[in-house]
């Protein structure tokens, strides 16, 4: 299976920063097929950006994803409030599904 | 309101069983993937299950195989989950989550999440 390495594990940022999140594929992901996810304690996630850079209905464009391959990034260009949370990738272009272990971005 | 909502968990002695739940509304149940994904306590997310929209086909991960059973009743818009020979390891909040139409088999993000409920396999 292929194993997805998030980093950091924890990103300490103020409100109005830029966050850059990293994702890792043990090896290429087929069609750059990898979608990203917030979740806030207790919640469900939600989708943020599919395919790589596409970003799910509803979701401000301040968040953007980008990358190929092996290396992903997620990107918050300027950090509000509600954008504390974890986040985590998932690959959906090679059986079985598998999910980064995640990046909680904290308030410093 | 397009929403799923999850039920039946609770605390299970090892090697017992339970039945999860998942309530749909909202979307043409039929038209999607529908999966179940887990949550271990503290730790991130891993697929478990996966059935399609007619119920015809479905997928399981290798840690579940052969012990759960995913199943969907399409006339109650409801997801089931037999979960059998429990063990330790299968402790989570068990969220069911749906994939946007027309994917293709095994290649599934999720565009809509339920809230999630706790299976404690403990003695």
Known sequence: EIVLTQ???TLSLSPGERATLS??????????????????LGQAPRLLIYGT???????PDRFSGSGSGTDFTLTISRLEPEDFAVYYCQQYGTS???FGGGTKVEIK | EVQ???SGGGLVQPGGSLRLSCAASGFTFTSSFI???????????????????SGGSTYYADSVKGRFTISKDNSKNTLYLQ????????????????????????HWYFDLWGRGTLVTVSS
């Open chain 1, 7 to 9: 980093s950091p594990g």
């Open chain 1, 23 to 40: 994702c890792r594929a043990s090896r290429s992901v087929s069609n750059n097929y990898l979608a990203w996810y917030q979740q806030k």
């Open chain 1, 53 to 59: 850079s596409t970003r799910a209905t509803g979701i």
């Open chain 1, 96 to 98: 079985p599904l598998t």
């Open chain 2, 4 to 6: 799923l909502l999850e």
């Open chain 2, 35 to 53: 999966s179940w994904v887990r949550q271990a306590p503290g730790k991130g997310l891993e697929w478990v299950s996966t059935i399609s929209g």
């Open chain 2, 83 to 106: 979960m059998n020979s429990l063990r330790a390891e299968d402790t989570a909040v068990y969220f069911c989550a749906k994939a946007p139409p027309g994917l293709r088999p095994g």
